[in-house]
């Protein structure tokens, strides 16, 4: 998705009067998705002040964890020593969410603001449904019931080779990265396969290239589809 220098720009400027135009009772929710060690909270951090920068209204969270019960279950997922059946680690990532979705990214999106995802319902799919082989059709019914029906707007795929991303992450390692190498192509194969089945919404980019090169792009498309969203508002109201 490319956008020219001087319609960036205009989108820029735009954006404040588009936000609080267009998404005053929905808000956009973001998220930023791949493979352990493709960079995400990198941009995520990047994003976060591209936004601060431009006076966005927003907040930033990831998963699991941004409540007191969300980093405790995020310690028993990512710790090592001990063995969860995949549906175990289901149904704890499905709590986690839940609690996130309903103190704080339900009640940020009611208030207009852009909810900044590190992470978010296609990584169950990936991970626990194309990854471990739970039913897709299952994870896809608790994602709706977790979330409250909210799935995301726009969604970054920021895509790796498993051997780049196995090389970046170095020895340590948590619970779910120690899992083997074909887990892991299982899962970059399922994000691929995420991103045909919705290629408007699902992003893909090289998170091969420099951080801030990658940010530029991501920060590009997010003004874009952010003007494109106003002015399919304008047009409703005619």
Known sequence: M?????AYRHAVLLLPHCISGVFDTNGLLVSLEGIDGCGKSTQARLLQAKLEQHDIPFISVREPG???????IRQVLLQTGYFLTAETELLLYMAARSELSRQLILPALMDGKIVLCDRFTDSTLAYQGYGSGIELQWIRLLNRKATGG???????LLDLSVEEAAARRGSAADRMEKKDFHYHQRVHRGYLK???????????LDATIEAEKLCS???????QFI???????SEDEF
């Open 2 to 6: 490319s956008l020219s220098f001087t």
């Open 66 to 72: 941004g409540t007191a019960v969300g980093e405790g």
């Open 150 to 156: 909210r799935l995301p707007d726009l969604t970054f």
């Open 194 to 204: 995420l991103a045909r089945q919705e290629p408007e919404r699902v992003i893909v």
């Open 217 to 223: 792009a991501i920060w590009m498309t997010l003004c």
């Open 227 to 233: 003007e494109n969203r106003a002015k399919m508002g």
